[in-house]
């Protein structure tokens, strides 16, 4: 895959409470990738504001929400995101059947819904305190192929968990995958299950979310380039 197409398959996550940081954000990275992502923190302190600077400068519009309620309301917000203009909204696979369901009708075919599943800070024993026994890629597995029998668009789960994933789930089944870094030499945070851009591509996923390593980095521009340069 050339330079170009893998761009178009990075989603910079915008994770900042500083407007002027956000905007720079958006101006800087909007051009050059094929996705921007607002998550909680900005979207909890500015709402639909943050949505529409991102619009402004980018292409698709990723809305990082992680829904888990009772259907009617996870329903009732996804109806919101809908109409925002959101390309992308995550929802949380841990609401079950009849909660993605919900998301996934609300959605009309005009947002596509992503069932979070294992989140990637997390490991068997982070599992293991919630009273789950099971480990992340199984249960990544298992929660992966609910959100694709419930009818969302795709799933995120950790670039590890990817290959097998593609196997059970082929596409146009999305595959969307945090915790990429430019190389496996670097921090990885508090995230704990990583890959490169190569790797995740290679691993079948089809959106791949990058935050600190580029929106932290001394040079962004040049981050960018090592990130898509990584093997």
């Known amino acids: 895959m050339n330079t170009t197409a893998r761009t178009a398959r990075i989603a910079v996550a915008l994770d900042t409470s500083d407007w002027d940081e956000f905007c720079l954000w958006c101006r800087r990275f909007g051009p050059r990738v094929g996705v921007l992502k607002v998550g909680l923190e900005a979207f909890v302190r500015w709402g639909p504001a943050a949505v529409d600077e991102a619009r402004n400068h980018g292409g698709r519009i990723f809305l990082d929400l992680k829904l888990h309620d009772i259907p009617n309301t996870v329903a009732g917000a996804v109806a919101s995101a ?47 305190e919630l009273g789950l026994t099971t480990d992340p890629e199984r249960l990544a597995a298992s929660w992966a192929q609910l959100a694709a029998q419930s009818g969302c668009a795709g799933a995120v789960c950790s670039p590890l968990e990817a290959a097998g994933l593609r196997r059970r789930l082929p596409e146009p089944f999305l595959l969307v995958t945090p915790g990429i870094r430019s190389s496996s030499r670097v921090a990885a945070d508090d995230q704990r299950r990583t890959a490169t851009v190569a790797e995740a591509l290679d691993a079948g996923a089809n959106l791949l979310v990058v935050g600190r390593p580029l929106t932290r980095a001394e040079d962004p521009d040049a981050a960018l380039e090592e990130l898509l340069a990584g093997s």
């Open 82 to 128: 809908r109409d925002l203009g959101a390309d992308y909204l995550t929802v949380h696979a841990g609401g079950g059947a009849r909660m993605l369901e919900a998301a996934s009708e609300a959605a009309e075919d005009r947002v596509n819904i992503l069932a979070v599943t294992v989140l990637t800070h997390m490991d068997s024993r982070s599992l293991g």
